[in-house]
């Protein structure tokens, strides 16, 4: 018999447990909910809208009655549970309906806050929490000539206000405090804000203290205690919420401003869990969708018995869903001694920007106007980047940082429906929004997922957020901190990484076990991840598992569109001699290769090779003195050089012997992602050096080092790491910079981006401050390097992995 | 599989292709014929399965893909197809027609009359 489980509170967070469980394992228990509310479960936050008249009822609902069947969920609804009986373990709702459970979900949210005041029972004193109080505040909007009093200026009041307001009625804001906003606005930004409320015509009383609601049977005005009065047809209060804790604390749970849970969302009761607003965890109540669905998550992977996954607590940001008023704020803005301000005003056009930065990491963010960079600064934010790199374009935005993948396209809200976002899919903005509201998409991960926008190169991801945030509104809220490798466990790159090494783990299965994989044997975003993690942990040692590497590293050339494959075979430093174009151009003809084409990486690339032709035109390669050039892996790829002062009338070093001797040094390496470098002989820099993941730029007193460049998808000029006398000394540098590359990026992170997570100055403390430390890199570089330099084309042309180029049955 | 099995055997057709040790765990090899090529994998616990080597998506050769639990990743834009079913991961959709294979000792059979259900390509 399956176990039962039971869902109190047919809300956000409750129901998205239940997806989740879904998910994941929807055979494990009979499921049952009660809800108070009369209809199926609705996205409450986008109740603004409908208040304002952008959206209708039925486009809010998540989950309509049908879907309930179709899950087999047996939903009563309208049902407020009164009592749980935890011995017996019995649910009790009204109507005398009783289920048993093995486990239950508490879900029941919170309730506005009413201010206990004089005349607050009577009618047209109401709170925003459901659809009913919609209903209530549209039939008063609905008689001519009606006044609304919002008492709160925070958040959902406003929200509430604007939406009276476009319904036409006349709508004054009270408020405590004299600025709006006060818990996600600094001084400046709610001033603004106010302003443009005004200009709509919301009228505010700003510091003003309500004493008592007047009216008979209906309210009619409200009094301050400076004694004015106002006339009202309708009051508002949206001063708070409070988590709904009432069942909880009947029942003997501990609660204190919430019901109190473990970070496995369990309540003192292990067989009781309670998500999202009712619940207080680490000392923390949440009031915003994106925490709550996080809980949601883990909650369900405990209940599918998973039970690996932890909640550690969420930062949140804040948006306004006031339409036409962009505003965004996260994190602590308002700074201390230690913390920097960075500040962009332009008053005429209505934009305030404040960053509050803590050793050169955003602490928090303010937006009034234009708050495209919102969801990039939450990031930001959320992952500690250090932004040193970038800091004197911080403000400016994430277009401004030479991002040719982004560009002007990041405004995105004034774009054309059939505006191309994904280039890579040919995705337009219309699929993706039209995704979006379809079918319920939250997260970044299911928009890939159901539209592939974003999902192959990635560069418009950032469109994708901003997107996602637009279309949501205040609803989204980034991916939170956390990451996982993948679906198949719980722990990030770096947790696992230390794993490898601490627990001494020297295969995949053993890795896979030490750490409860949830699947059978991964995936390939993890498979190749383990397999370059345990190479690079433990070179010699670990056996390199070939079927967790991706098809191109795999055979060692680039699969094409057609199923042929391509060859590039190394030319060191971008050289050669006429008997190498001689023999490249006989194979060529041997083999009958469509298509001889001289790359953007100095060398010769083969096209269009049959894969069962591979070992053969590898064994003539090999004959006539090539090695691969790894052109198909995440490896070291090429050296690019100028010809330097052999021939250059402006050449100081012989950039091209240099590019040649790094090359030998480190060809055959293994690494996170591709790893370029480029030589050039003087600044004029014509191996454009300063785009690459280790350039060097030859200068008359010697050599400078840059690190950390980037062409491709995402332009980044390299960073200045040092400059050096010697050739040998060059050489020591580039070692020991791949090897700390090698030994810290997470799979698939370029230099570029792994350099502006962990810091320039990390990369120089480690290399250049510290002598013993960069020669210990140079030592564990070199000892590894025994092992890679060994020819994968002339092995496979020997005969090893003869398997991967012959059928095993020709037919006919 | 049980019906499909019966079906081939009466139609006699079991082809004997080589043995399971040629087939890598956790990867495929290629039965190459006129009509266009099968692959057949074989996943961690030795399950056999056999697709056309076609991906539903722009025609990726699955066999080039990676084998992971019951499913493969295509080779090209990374679609995921249940080896099972022949059927592309939601919410892709598509599918590569499914042949019968089994084990004969250490002997792998196919069959070349593609199941029911997704037409062969
Ligand atoms: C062959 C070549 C184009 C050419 O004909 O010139 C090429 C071809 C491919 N590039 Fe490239 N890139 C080539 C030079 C470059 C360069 C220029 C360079 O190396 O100086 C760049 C920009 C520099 C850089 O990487 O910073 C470049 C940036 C990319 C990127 C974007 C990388 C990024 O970090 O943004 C990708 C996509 C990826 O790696 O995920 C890519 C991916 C590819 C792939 C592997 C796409 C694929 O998955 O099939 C192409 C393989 C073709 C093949 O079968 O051989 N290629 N690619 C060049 C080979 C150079 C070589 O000799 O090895
Ligand atoms: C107007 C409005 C706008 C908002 N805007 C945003 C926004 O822009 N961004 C954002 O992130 N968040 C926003 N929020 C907050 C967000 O809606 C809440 O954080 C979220 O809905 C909380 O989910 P929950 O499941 O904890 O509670 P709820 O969604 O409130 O669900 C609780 C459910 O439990 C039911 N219930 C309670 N007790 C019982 C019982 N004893 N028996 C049976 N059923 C019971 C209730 O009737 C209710 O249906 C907004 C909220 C409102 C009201
Ligand atoms: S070679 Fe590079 S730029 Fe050209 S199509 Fe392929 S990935 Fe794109
Ligand atoms: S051809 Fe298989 S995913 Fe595109």
């Not at chain 1, 709160?152 to 604007?162: D, S, T, V, Y």
Request: hydrophobic share 40%.
């Amino acid at each position: 018999m399956k176990e039962k489980l039971v869902l109190i509170g047919n809300g956000m967070a409750g129901m998205r447990t239940v997806e989740e469980l879904l998910k994941i394992d929807p055979q494990q228990y009979d499921i049952t909910v009660f809800g108070a509310e009369p209809c199926g479960n609705y996205n409450r936050i986008m109740l603004s809208p409908v208040l304002a008249g952008e959206k209708t009822i039925d486009q809010i609902m998540l989950n309509d009655e049908a879907w309930y069947r179709e899950h087999n969920i047996t939903l009563h609804k309208g049902r407020e549970v009164l009592d749980i009986d935890r011995a017996r373990r019995l649910v009790k709702a009204e109507g005398g309906i009783e289920v048993g459970y093995d486990r239950l979900i508490l879900a029941t949210g919170s309730r506005p806050f009413m201010i206990p005041l004089p005349g607050g029972d009577l009618d047209g004193v109401i709170g925003f929490r459901d659809i009913q109080d919609v209903d209530r505040m549209l039939a008063a909007a609905g008689k001519p000539g009606g006044r609304a009093i919002v008492i709160g200026g925070g958040l959902l009041g406003l929200e509430a206000a604007n939406g009276l307001l476009s319904q036409g009625m006349q709508v004054s804001v009270v408020h405590l405090l004299d600025r709006l906003m006060e818990r996600q606005l600094d001084e400046t930004a709610a001033g603004l804000l106010k302003f443009s409320l005004e200009r709509r015509g919301l009228q505010f009383l700003m510091e003003a203290q309500t004493e008592a609601i007047l009216g008979q049977q209906q309210v009619e005005a409200v009094r301050f205690t400076d004694g004015t009065e106002i006339p009202a047809d309708l009051v508002v209060m949206a001063v708070g919420i409070r988590p709904n804790v009432e069942l909880a604390a009947r029942i003997g749970l501990h609660c204190e401003r919430g019901v109190v849970v473990s970070d496995t969302l369990q309540t003192y009761d292990p067989r009781i869990y309670a998500v999202g607003e009712c619940v207080q965890h680490r000392d923390q109540t949440y009031g915003l969708v994106a925490p709550l669905f996080e809980q949601a998550r883990v909650c369900a992977n405990h209940l599918a018995r998973h039970g690996i996954a932890r909640y550690e607590g969420s930062l949140t940001s804040t948006k306004l869903k006031v339409t036409g008023i962009d505003l965004f704020s996260a994190g602590d803005f308002n700074g201390d001694e230690q913390t920097e301000e960075l500040l962009l005003q332009d008053s005429s056009r209505g934009i305030y920007r404040k960053v509050v930065l803590r050793d050169n990491r955003i602490q928090g963010a303010v937006m009034y106007g234009d708050t495209i960079d919102g969801t990039w600064y939450f990031e930001l934010m959320r992952d500690g980047t250090d932004v040193s790199a970038f800091r004197e374009n911080l403000l400016f935005g994430q277009a401004h940082l030479g991002d040719s993948g982004h560009g002007d396209d990041n405004r995105v809200a004034a774009m054309a429906d059939s505006a191309e976002i994904c280039g890579c899919n040919g995705i337009c903005k219309g699929e993706i929004v039209r995704a979006i509201t379809d079918k319920k998409l939250f997260t970044l991960e299911e928009v890939r997922a159901h539209t592939k926008a974003s999902s192959s190169c990635g560069s418009c991801t950032g469109l994708v957020e901003t997107l996602l945030a637009h279309t949501l509104g205040g609803d989204y809220s980034a991916t939170p901190n956390r990451k996982p490798l993948c679906g198949c466990s719980e722990y990030t790159h770096d947790e696992i990484r230390a794993a490898i090494l601490k627990q001494a783990l020297k295969s995949m299965s053993a890795v896979q076990r030490f750490l409860e994989w949830k699947t059978s044997d991964g995936c390939p975003k993890c498979r190749t991840a383990l397999n370059y993690y345990l190479l690079c942990a433990w070179p010699g040692e670990y056996q390199d598992d070939n079927q967790s590497r991706f098809i191109n590293e795999r055979v060692h050339a680039n699969i094409q569109k057609d199923g042929s494959y391509s060859v590039v075979p190394r030319m060191w430093g971008g050289e050669t001699t006429p008997a190498e174009l001689r023999a490249i151009a006989e194979i060529a003809e041997k083999y009958r290769v469509p298509t001889v084409h001289v790359t953007g990486g100095q060398r010769i690339d083969l096209l269009g090779v049959k894969k069962d032709d591979l070992p053969g035109i590898w064994g003539d390669l090999s004959r006539a003195g090539f090695v691969s050039g790894h052109a198909y892996g995440k490896a070291v790829r090429t050296v690019k050089t100028c010809v330097g002062k052999d021939w250059c009338r402006f050449g100081t070093q012989d950039s091209t012997q240099m590019g040649i001797d790094l090359e030998k040094m480190i060809w055959g390496s293994w690494t996170p992602h591709k790893f370029k470098l480029a030589v050039s002989g003087c600044p004029r820099n014509c191996a454009e050096a300063t785009i690459k993941d280790f350039g060097v730029v030859a200068v008359d007193s010697g050599w400078e080092l840059h690190v950390g460049g980037n062409g491709g998808v995402k332009v980044r000029a390299t960073d200045f790491l040092c400059a050096v006398k010697t050739e040998e000394d060059v050489k020591e540098y580039c070692a020991a910079f791949l090897q700390l590359y090698r030994e810290h990026a997470h799979y698939l992170e370029r230099t570029a981006p792994w350099i502006e997570r962990v810091g320039l100055s990390w990369v120089k403390q480690r290399i250049v401050e510290d002598d013993e430390n960069r020669r210990a890199l140079v030592e564990r570089f070199l000892y590894s390097q025994q092992f890679s330099q060994v020819d994968p084309w002339k092995a496979r042309a020997e005969g090893l992995d003869h398997h991967e180029y012959t059928p095993i049955k020709q037919l006919g | 599989m049980q019906q499909a099995e019966q079906a081939t055997n009466a139609a006699g057709e079991w082809l004997d292709v080589g043995r399971l040790e040629d087939i890598p765990r956790q990867g495929a090899r290629v039965v190459r014929r006129a009509e266009g090529d099968i692959a057949i994998f074989r996943t961690i616990d030795d399950q056999l399965f056999a697709l056309r080597d076609r991906c539903p998506h722009k025609g990726g050769p699955l066999s080039q893909g990676m084998v992971h639990g019951l499913q493969v990743a295509c080779p090209l834009h990374d679609w995921k197809i249940h080896l099972d079913s022949g059927q592309a991961v939601a919410p892709d959709a598509g599918c590569a027609a499914r042949f019968p294979v089994r084990l004969d000792g250490e002997r792998v059979l196919l069959s070349l009359l593609a199941e029911e259900g997704c037409p062969e390509r």
